[in-house]
T-cell receptor, first 114, second 110 residues
Framework: DGGITQSPKYLFRKEGQNVTLSCEQN?????MYWYRQDPGQGLRLIYY???????QKGDIAEGYSVSREKKESFPLTVTSAQKNPTAFYLC?????????????FGPGTRLLVL | QKEVEQNSGPLSVPEGAIASLNCTYS??????FFWYRQYSGKSPELIMF????GDKEDGRFTAQLNKASQYVSLLIRDSQPSDSATYLC??????????FGSGTQLTVLP
C-alpha cells in the first residue's frame, strides 16, 4: 500500500524536552511538508523540503527543526524553544512542484504537553 | 486581512439539499485552488482542485472559480449525512506554497 505514515499517533511532551515526530512516504514524492493545526483553525506551514538535503522555513518555523536525509523521510523535532506545542501535526507530500502540485496528508500526530 | 477567508459556519443543510461553501483569497497571482474535507480528529483528504475560471464537476461535487472576483466555491449536490465535516479551502499563491483557510464546518441533517 502506498501512502504517508506518521508516528506516533499521540505524543506527550514534558517541559524542556525535545520530541521528534516521524513522517515516512512511499509514494516517490519529491516534496514533503509539515503543518500545524490548532483547534478551529486552518493549517499553518512549519517547514517544507523539495529535494533531499534541502529544506525551507515556513510561516511558523521558530521552535522547530527538520532534516531530509532520505527522500522517503522528513522528521520534525519540536524543541524546548516552542512554548506552545500542543497541536495536531500533519505531514504532507506531493509529486511535483508547479501549478498542478497536489498535496496528500498523513494521518497526523497529536502532541500534548504534560 | 487574511490571505484565504472562509465562513467558519456551522453551515447546516437538510439531506438531499445543495451545500454551498465559499472561499475568497487576496493574492491575485494565485494559480491553483484546492478543496479538502476533514472529518473530526482526522487528516484532510483532497476532494477537488481547480485552476481555470469556470466550473469543474466530479460526481456530486462542483468547484467554481472566478479569478476576477478572487472567489472559489464548492457545491455539494444531494448532500448526505456522511458529508458532514469541515471543508478547507487551500490556495497556491505566487509564493508557490499552499495557504489554507480556517475551514467551514458543514452539518447535513437527516
Amino acid at each position: 500500500d502506498g501512502g504517508i505514515t506518521q508516528s506516533p499517533k499521540y505524543l506527550f511532551r514534558k517541559e524542556g524536552q525535545n520530541v521528534t515526530l516521524s513522517c515516512e512516504q512511499n509514494l516517490n514524492h519529491d516534496a514533503m511538508y509539515w503543518y500545524r493545526q490548532d483547534p478551529g483553525q486552518g493549517l499553518r506551514l512549519i517547514y517544507y523540503s523539495q529535494i533531499v538535503n534541502d529544506f525551507q522555513k515556513g510561516d511558523i518555523a521558530e521552535g522547530y527543526s527538520v532534516s531530509r536525509e532520505k527522500k522517503e523521510s522528513f522528521p520534525l523535532t519540536v524543541t524546548s524553544a516552542q512554548k506552545n506545542p500542543t497541536a495536531f501535526y500533519l505531514c504532507a507530500s506531493s509529486m511535483t512542484s508547479g501549478r498542478l502540485e497536489t498535496q496528500y496528508f498523513g494521518p497526523g500526530t497529536r502532541l500534548l504537553v504534560l | 486581512q487574511k490571505e484565504v477567508e472562509q465562513n467558519s459556519g456551522p453551515l447546516s443543510v437538510p439531506e438531499g439539499a445543495i451545500a454551498s461553501l465559499n472561499c475568497t483569497y487576496s493574492d491575485r497571482g494565485s494559480q491553483s485552488f484546492f478543496w479538502y474535507r476533514q472529518y473530526s480528529g482526522k487528516s484532510p483528504e483532497l476532494i477537488m482542485f481547480i485552476y481555470s475560471n469556470g466550473d469543474k464537476e466530479d460526481g456530486r461535487f462542483t468547484a467554481q472559480l472566478n479569478k476576477a472576483s478572487q472567489y472559489v466555491s464548492l457545491l455539494i449536490r444531494d448532500s448526505q449525512p456522511s458529508d458532514s465535516a469541515t471543508y478547507l479551502c487551500a490556495v497556491k499563491g505566487s509564493a508557490r506554497q499552499l495557504t489554507f483557510g480556517s475551514g467551514t464546518q458543514l452539518t447535513v441533517l437527516p
